[in-house]
């Protein structure tokens, strides 16, 4: 019988052609979720990219058909465009449809499948500091971070949901879609907004990249001061509601939470969420 033979490297099929993820958002140039996901990529052993884009809301459409001429296996997609970028999709998952708004897209068979793990993400870090079953929760803002948020948190048992808003018409909008769930109202934001809740979450834009934006609100009467921003970590709302003595949750680990779902959606694994969470940490302290 012939020796067996040592496989060499000619046995083995090389590719150079990377997996393809990324982000369309705008502005990107401070969005951590390019570092936090490549760890996670290394960490699992895969030959993946992650290309955080800048996309102009005129420009979402060919930066959707490109994603998909290319191969990209999918793409999150950040403000100003989760509600926008459906019109490019071939699909909505279950949450994505009720929510209204895609934060994840996922190449299935050819088709975009638009996901939703804003909700979810906030939901689980929320859960590290309490549990929203049974407490009242006041939400600034009804994007599409707002609409993924009150859903999830709906479905989490939240006794009531008091939308704030300026816009009239998506304030109301978003109180009616989860007043089938929990107790659900709106209110006009003029002015600034005197808070009473166990939780308030701002799920608007304030404070992105900006330390010093606040949203026009007084928080005396909260408990729990959740900002969806993760950079700055730190908002001037997570520093200010501290100083009150409030419980804060930053943007990071609802960050962390959704970058966990996109990356077992895109390839199947599971990554360590906590390397994840020290790499956006480590490169916000830089």
Not at 25 to 35: D, L, M
Not at 64 to 89: D, Q, Y
Not at 181 to 186: G, H, I, R
Not at 273 to 286: H, I, K, N, W
Request: charged content about 20%.
């Amino acid at each position: 019988m012939a020796a067996e033979r040592a496989p060499t490297s000619h046995d083995v099929a090389l590719s150079f052609l990377s997996l393809l993820t990324g982000s369309f958002s705008t502005p990107a140039a401070e969005n951590p979720t390019v570092a936090m996901v490549e760890a996670a990529y290394r960490d699992l052993g895969l030959d993946a990219r992650y290309i955080n884009c800048d996309v102009a809301p005129d420009a979402l459409g060919d930066a959707v058909r490109g994603a998909r001429a290319m191969g990209w296996k999918g793409f999150n997609c950040s403000l100003p465009h989760k509600v926008t970028v459906i019109e490019w999709l071939d699909e909505l998952a279950e949450s994505a449809s009720l929510i209204g708004a895609v934060n994840c897209v996922v190449d299935r068979d050819g088709r975009w499948i638009g996901e939703n793990t804003d909700g979810k993400g906030f939901v689980a870090s929320l859960r590290t500091v309490v549990d929203p079953a049974g407490r009242s929760l006041v939400l600034l803002g009804a994007g599409g971070a707002a609409r993924a948020i009150a859903v999830e948190s709906a479905l989490a048992g939240v006794a009531s949901i008091t939308v704030v808003n300026r816009d009239r018409g998506r304030g109301s909008e978003l109180a009616e879609l989860v007043s089938g769930l929990t107790s659900a109202s709106f209110v006009p934001w003029e002015g600034v907004h005197e808070v009473s809740a166990d939780i308030v979450v701002n799920a608007t834009s304030i404070g992105l990249a900006d330390a010093e934006a606040m949203p026009p609100v007084s928080l005396s009467s909260a408990r729990v001061v959740a900002d969806v921003i993760p950079n700055p970590p730190r908002t001037r709302l997570i520093r200010e509601a501290e100083a009150l003595g409030c419980t804060t949750l930053d943007g990071i680990g609802m960050l962390v939470e959704q970058g966990v779902v996109a990356i077992r959606l895109w390839t199947g694994m599971e990554p360590d969420a906590a390397l994840m969470r020290r790499t956006v940490e480590e490169l916000l302290a830089a």
